[in-house]
C-alpha cells in the first residue's frame, strides 16, 4: 500500500478501498471500538481519510495510523473479503456506509465494521432490552407482552439472542409485527444457542436484521458476548433491564449505556430476589424504573396501541395527591412529606397503598419511586 503524505485527502476512494481499510482496522492487534470512536470524533464533519499523520498523532492515534499503513495486514483482509463473497446473504457495513447505525458513531464504542443480515432501521426509536438466561416466575411472558405493544408502537427492539429475556423479546416484537434486531456474539453465519436457529429466521423474513461486529465463521470465545453487549447499548436509544442478577451480562449493557448517556430503565422486583439482585442496584445508580408499556412509550411520545394508559392503574382518589408527587428515580420519605405538606403517617399509608396497588416501587434508603 502506498503511504499517504501529510494533508493527503483520499475523500473520492472507492467503497472498495473505503472498506479494504475499515477491514485493516478490524484485524489490526490493539485497535478497539474505542480508538475507533475517537478516530471519528477527530475527524468531525471531515472524512476520517482526509486526516494527516499529524491529525493522528495529535489525537493520540499514531497507533491507528500505522495500522492502515501495515502491509502485513493486507494476505488477512484479502481472505476476509473472499470469505464474504462467499457469503452473498451476509455484507459489510463500515462507517463510511450510509447504512451504518447513526447512533453507533457517536457512541464511545464505535466498531469499525459490521457483518450484517437482513435490513437494519435508523429512523424508529430503538430499545435494547435485556436481562437473565434463567428468568424468574412470568418475567418472560412479561418481556414478551411489553416488547409486543412496544413493536405494535413502532419501536425496534434490540436483543442478543440468547436464552431467556433475549428470546422473549424477540418473540415478542416478532408478535407485535414489529422490527426487531439479533446482536449476536459469534460471526453472522452461526448461531447460538443453535436451537434458536428458526428464531434467527425468521427476524428475517419478518424483515428485521441480524448483526454481528465479529467476521464470519467466528465462533463464541471469552470477552464475545461481554463486547456483543456493550454493541447492543450503542444501536439503541435506550436500555430495559427486564431482569438481572448480581453478576448478569446485562449489566454491562447498562453500564455502556449509562457511558454515553443513554437511558436505563429497570423493570423492578422484590426487594428480596436476588435473580433481580443486579437489577436493584441499577435503581440505586439511578436507573428509571419502569411499571408498564406505557412508561417506556411515553418518553418517545407514544402511547400503546393495545389499551389506554389509564386503564392499567385505577387509583382511589384520595391517593391521587401522593402519587402525583412522586417521580420516576426516587424519593424518600421526608422528601415528600416535605413537598405535600402532609403529616408523615398519612403519606407513609399513602405509599403503602400505592405499593400495593403496584403504581409504586420501594427502594434502597427506603426511597419510593412511581412505576405508572
Known sequence: MAAWGAGAVIGAMSSSRSSQLWLKLYLAPRIGGGAVSKLLKAAGDRSIWSLSRFDYEASGLLHVYRALHDEGLDPGVDRLRNLLEKLPDVRLVTPDDDEYPRRLRTFHFTPPVLFVRGRLEQEPPAVAVVGSRKPGRHRAELTREWCAEWAEAGLSIISGMAEGIDKAAHVGALAGGGHTVAVLGTGPDKTYPSPHAALQDRILASGGAVVSQFAPHTRTFRGSFPARNVT???????????????RSGALYTAKAAHHSSRRVLVAPS??????????????????????SPNDLLS??????????????????????????ALDFSGQSLDELVRKLNLPTAKVLAGLLALELAGAVVRQPGPRYARIR
Open 299 to 324: 418518553l418517545f411520545g407514544r402511547s400503546t396501541l393495545r389499551r389506554p394508559p389509564e386503564a392499567a392503574l385505577p387509583l382511589p382518589e384520595h391517593l391521587a395527591p401522593v402519587h402525583a
Open 270 to 291: 422484590d426487594l428480596a430476589d436476588p435473580a433481580n439482585a443486579g437489577g436493584l442496584r441499577l435503581l440505586r445508580d439511578k436507573a428509571r424504573a419502569i411499571g
Open 232 to 246: 447492543m447499548a450503542g444501536l439503541t436509544d435506550l436500555v430495559v433491564v427486564m431482569q438481572a442478577g448480581a
